[in-house]
Each structure stands twice: as C-alpha cells, then as structure tokens.
C-alpha cells in the first residue's frame, strides 16, 4: 500500500517555485497547466452536480416544495438564514417547525434541505406523523424493525447513516 505524500510546511513563494520547477522538467507549458487545472476544476464540479443530484433524488421532499422559489427577502427570509446560522454553529441539533396551516414550515425545511444537499450533506424529509408512523410500525409482530432500530436510525448522526431527517415538524442535523 502506498504512504500518504507527507509535505513540511512552506511559504508560499517556496512552493510556487517547486511547482515551477516542476513544470518546467516535465516540459509542461503555463497555457498547458492552465488547461489542465481548468479541466479539474470542472470535472469536479461535475461531480460535486452529479452528487447532489443523487442526494435530492433521495431525500423524499413533497414535489410541490421542490418545484417553488421562495421570496428570501423579508420575515420569511431572516428565519431562514437564523437556522442556516443555528446548523452552522451547533454539531447537533433538533429543531421542531411547529405553526398555523400555511406558514411555510415545510417550504422552509425543504430549502434547508436543498441548502444542505447543495454542501454535499444528506437529507431526508418526514413529517412528525411519518416519524411515528414508522415508529408504530415496528409494533406488529411481523415488523422486520424493532421500535429500537427506529428509534436509533433517525437518531445517528449523518456521519453514522447517509442522511439528515428534516421535516415539517422536526428537523435533525449533525453539522
């Protein structure tokens, strides 16, 4: 197995003169390297669309919240970027959008979600009552989770499973 490249600590006009040095013995012009860089840059961003699709094919959110562009500005659009700032600052936390019918609890999860998945973290849309539904489940005798499991499965931390629950009424995430 090859050893990870360990690389001392340099000034920056050190390792420009490496990489110069570099490109000059591998007979590698500037236009070339440029070329190149501009290649990497965007075969990853390729990857990074690609896998952010992928993530939102999963992340079972309501079609019509989708679909809507919500107006940032306003009431609406400083609550949101109150809870962009609460997941950045806390590596936990439960959030519970609870309101009258038709505020946009669930417009605002699903761009929280879309602001997640745009960072390549997963996410998972529920609804409180899909929670315990899913809880109630594992109640029958031929349930194939124990309540536990459940329980447990929407409690790990992204980095344990591959998503984030969001829903209308609850919202986990582990930053």
Not at 19 to 47: D, G, M, P, W, Y
Not at 144 to 156: D, N, P, R
């Amino acid at each position: 197995m090859n050893e990870p490249l360990v690389v001392p600590a340099k000034k920056a006009s050190d390792i420009v003169e490496s990489l110069t040095e570099s490109v000059i013995k591998l007979n590698i012009s500037a236009e070339q390297l440029q070329a190149h860089n501009k290649r990497q840059r965007e075969f990853v961003k390729r990857q990074n669309t690609f896998k952010v699709e992928e993530l939102r094919r999963r992340w079972q959110a309501p079609q019509r919240h989708v679909v809507e562009s919500p107006d940032f500005s306003g009431e609406w659009g400083a609550k949101f970027t109150v809870l962009q700032q609460m997941f950045i600052a806390n590596t936990g936390l439960t959030l519970a959008l609870v309101g009258e019918r038709g505020n946009g609890k669930t417009q605002l999860a699903v761009e929280l979600m879309r602001w997640f998945t745009s960072l390549l973290k997963p996410a998972l849309f529920t609804t409180a009552i899909g929670f315990f539904i899913a809880v109630k489940t594992s109640y029958r005798k031929d349930s194939e989770q124990t309540e536990k499991a459940i329980m447990e499965e929407f409690g790990k931390t992204r980095l344990e499973r591959d998503r984030t629950a969001i829903g209308k009424t609850t919202c986990c995430s582990s930053f």
